[in-house]
């Protein structure tokens, strides 16, 4: 890829998502680094003063609570692990604000749970939001609300990867930035000798698979340091949606001034296919499927590759409860989910009409109120399957 196609991605990011880990904020002794928060927020105030529009989804909050309250290593109880983010997440916006209002700027925290971004309603509200935010010369701190979500808190590196992913596509910003304590994406474990540092993936499908072993089959992970799995996965909801992805090393002096100068830092993963538009983003990404769909391989090709919608006599099974409106998962014949999408009806009728023509479906149920059971207007296909 040549240097005038990243300077042409740079220029073009006006709405940008930064995610900072918490290896990147803490000291050796695993508290917040006053230091290291203002090195992140200069250089989002130099980017926001600029006329960049930035988000910042920032871990940090259990290490900035466990310093606050003076313990001297992370506890494992979930409630005490709640009680150090309760503590931490004053301590965290403190730092960032503190560090933002030399430039005239305030830090605007914003918790999430994953519900916050599966609700419609409550989805377009966090949207409004930050918009509203960016028009006040705030930027916008988001973090996991870890005081009542867990998932985060009971492993080394969590969900704030995969929020920062849904925050991109919530603000359909060209740009998401994952800061890691490593460069980039290696072509192997980066400490076996040898290992070289990818600059540009253009397939991220294709590099997960040789990147990253399988779990399920007992091997190691390749590249699991500073949690490089979880950053692949969420580049893929960002990518798959039609944006850019950079992942690097967050402790590099102004490594977010050189990346939007377009310098070759770190690794540039790039978007595949077209931007998706807003209301699709949220039924491929961020609302969780209430049911799955089973379908033939005719009907899974007419789907996937050439822009149908889907009829019920595609459909094999059914699973799950669901109503109409619901966003359900489109499996092909092997049972890998490769689309999602707004059913037209229940499972009670779908499972009544699957299988069968469009034609029976009104001598099935009585009313035949679509002819399709998902119409392509609200079905995304999910890119990289």
């Known amino acids: 890829m040549t240097s005038l196609v990243r300077q042409e991605i740079m220029t073009a990011a006006d709405t940008i998502v930064v995610k900072v880990g918490s290896r990147v904020l803490t000291g050796e002794d695993g508290a917040l680094d006053d230091a290291r928060v203002a090195a992140v927020a200069d250089q989002l105030a130099r980017l926001r003063l600029d006329g960049r529009k930035m988000v910042l989804v920032s871990s940090g909050a259990v290490a900035a609570g466990i310093g606050r309250l003076g313990w001297k290593r992370r506890p494992t109880d979930l409630a005490e692990l709640q009680a150090a983010a309760a ?135 390749q590249l699991s340091r500073g949690g490089m799995a979880s950053k692949l996965r969420a580049a893929r909801i960002a990518t798959g949606a039609g944006e850019n992805v950079v992942i690097a090393a967050g402790r590099r002096p102004n490594v977010l001034i050189d990346i939007l100068a377009a310098e070759e830092v770190g690794t540039l993963i790039l978007a595949e296919g077209r931007a998706v538009d807003s209301r699709k983003r949220w039924i491929g990404w961020s609302a969780s499927p209430r049911g799955r769909l089973l379908l033939d391989a005719g009907a899974a090709a007419a789907v996937q590759s050439k822009g149908r919608s889907l009829l019920a006599v595609g459909v094999r099974s059914v699973e799950g409860a669901f109503a109409k409106g619901d966003v359900i998962s489109m499996c092909d014949p092997q049972g890998q989910e490769f689309a999602r999408g707004l059913s037209n009806y229940s499972s009670t009728e779908m499972a009544a009409i699957a299988g069968h023509s469009t034609e029976r479906i009104a001598e099935l149920l009585g009313h035949c109120p679509y002819e399709e059971v998902v119409h392509r207007d609200n079905l995304v296909v999910l890119a990289g399957n």
């Open 87 to 221: 503590v931490g997440q004053s301590r965290l916006i403190e730092s960032y604000n503190r560090a933002l209002a030399p430039h005239g700027l305030n830090a605007a925290q914003i918790l999430l749970t994953a519900e916050d971004l599966q609700h419609r309603a409550r989805y377009l509200n966090v949207r409004n939001t930050i918009n509203a935010l960016f028009r006040h010369g705030a930027i916008p701190i988001i973090n996991e609300n870890d005081t009542v979500a867990v998932d985060e808190l009971q492993i080394s590196f969590g969900d704030n990867d995969r929020l920062a992913a849904l925050v991109t596509n919530l603000l359909r910003a060209p740009l998401m930035i994952l800061l890691s304590d490593v460069d980039g994406v290696y072509d192997r474990n980066p400490r076996e000798p040898g290992a070289t540092l990818v600059s540009v993936i253009t397939s991220l499908g294709e590099a997960q698979q040789h990147f990253v072993r399988d779990e399920a089959g007992g091997q190691r992970i």
